[in-house]
């Protein structure tokens, strides 16, 4: 088959600014005044952990996305004043929200105070009272997150079986429900925020060096408030935060949210750029799992299948791993690499057949005849080969997904002789990615 294939981290003065005049109370948890009638008052994040909305883009100063269908959408990044962040809301609403779709900018969450671990914390029991429960905002320390991670199982399977409301009383300590347990794991969370950001602080300088989107990235990554609630990008029902735009940083392994999101808009923007539908893009979690009829059905209606040539489904694998199946509707062929060129998953070769089964099903179109197509075979140029972090070079070893939004490109745009790229240019691929997703390339 054929395959196809910078930025200073320094604060923006009106961010330093800002951050100096902020009330620093609210960078630090008030055990005292932060109660359940705070809590209440707040809005409950949902549970989209990473989708968006759109727009067009209008001047160069907001470059930072938001999509509805097939258009990129692109959030202001300009500083919100100091007069129109709420006197009241404070970290807090990021301790109990549901999502990683932080209201506060990451570099500050980085910067906050938060409970400290206490690896004493580790008895506890099952009850069934639900009287006397400790507010989990207002703790001074926090038991080990397997501890937590621990009860809250524990606590589900309970609820299950006796389907009464079960609490966990840890020793010396509080007395927990599942909510309380979740809010105490969100702690954890941001606290890890810390090494995070100050990572990708060091690695955006590296990155985009000389660039001229320096500041705008650090500002749509470390920097953004998000007091409504948006998206940062959003493409054909795919929505990024800021923390899935951090995925890019280092060698961290992509989400089906940011692939899913470049995939389709390279599909469609080559189909426009050639004025026919000949690439289709499948989102990754048909690879996995039992296949959505309603999913497939709805690219056929949505597409001119007569006319395509190439469907592009990105392969999750072993929870840790990323490659790529190309159905060649000429060849009638799945073709499938991974920059390890492991065997072909068993369940991509039962999901590969059902998605031809429901669209010949959806279309009668003879090309996708299930009968005709042959077994899945192997990428003619196979991918390039991805390093491994015991070959003592780190340079690509955890950029599989950015391979398999490479593989696409490079195939939507007709490169299906060689790739366009390799694993040792991992850094800039993945910042040239990032200005992808905030429309900044020109």
Not at 261 to 268: A, P, S, T, V
């Amino acid at each position: 088959m054929t395959k196809k294939g910078n930025i200073d981290s320094k604060k923006s003065s009106s961010s330093r600014k800002r951050k100096k005049e902020a009330p620093r109370r609210n960078m630090k948890a008030n055990r005292t005044s932060k109660g359940k009638a705070y809590r209440s008052s707040l809005p409950r994040g949902n549970n989209d952990s990473n989708n968006e909305h759109s727009a067009t883009m209008e001047d160069s100063n907001a470059p930072a996305t938001d999509v509805n269908c097939k258009t990129t959408s692109v959030i202001n990044l300009e500083e919100i004043p100091e007069d129109v962040v709420p006197k009241d809301i404070d970290v807090f609403a990021d301790v109990l929200s549901r999502d990683d779709n932080f209201r506060y900018p990451r570099r500050m969450l980085g910067e906050a105070t938060f409970p400290r671990v206490d690896s004493t914390l580790v008895t506890y029991s099952l009850t069934r009272s639900s009287s006397n429960l400790t507010d989990p905002i207002s703790v001074p320390k926090l038991p080990p997150q397997s501890v937590l991670e621990k009860i809250e199982k524990e606590l589900s399977l309970s609820q299950c079986a006796k389907s009464l409301t079960s609490v966990a009383e840890i020793a010396m300590y509080g007395n927990f429900n599942k909510e309380g347990i979740r809010v105490l794991k969100r702690f954890h969370r941001l606290k890890r925020l810390r090494a995070e950001v100050s990572f990708e602080k060091t690695w955006l300088a590296k990155a985009f060096k000389n660039s001229n989107f320096a500041k705008e990235v650090t500002e749509a990554l470390l920097d953004r408030w998000n007091l409504d609630g948006s998206y940062l990008a959003s493409y054909d029902n795919y929505r990024i935060s800021s923390q899935e735009l951090s995925l890019l940083c280092g060698e961290r392994y992509l989400s089906d949210e940011v692939i899913n999101f470049l995939g389709q808009k390279y599909c469609d923007k080559a189909n426009e750029e050639i004025q026919i539908c000949q690439n289709i893009f499948l989102p990754s979690y048909l690879s996995t799992g039992n296949v959505l009829k309603t999913v497939v059905e709805r690219i056929c209606h949505q597409n001119n299948m007569e006319s395509v040539v190439n469907m592009f489904l990105p392969v999750h694998m072993n929870s840790c791993h990323w490659g790529l199946a190309i159905f060649s509707i000429k060849n009638q062929t799945v073709f499938f690499d991974d920059g390890y060129h492991c065997a072909v998953p068993k369940e991509l070769k039962q999901n590969a057949n059902r998605v031809i089964e429901i669209i010949f099903q959806t279309t009668g179109n003879d090309k996708f005849n299930p009968s005709g197509w042959y077994d899945i075979r192997r990428f003619i140029v196979p991918l390039p080969d991805q390093p491994s972090a015991g070959t003592g070079s780190l340079e690509g070893c955890g950029s599989c997904g950015v391979a398999v939004i490479c593989a696409i490109h490079d195939v939507c745009n007709g490169n299906t002789d060689s790739f366009s790229w390799t694993y040792q240019d991992a850094t800039q691929l993945r910042a040239g990615l990032m200005l992808e997703l905030l429309g900044l390339r020109i």
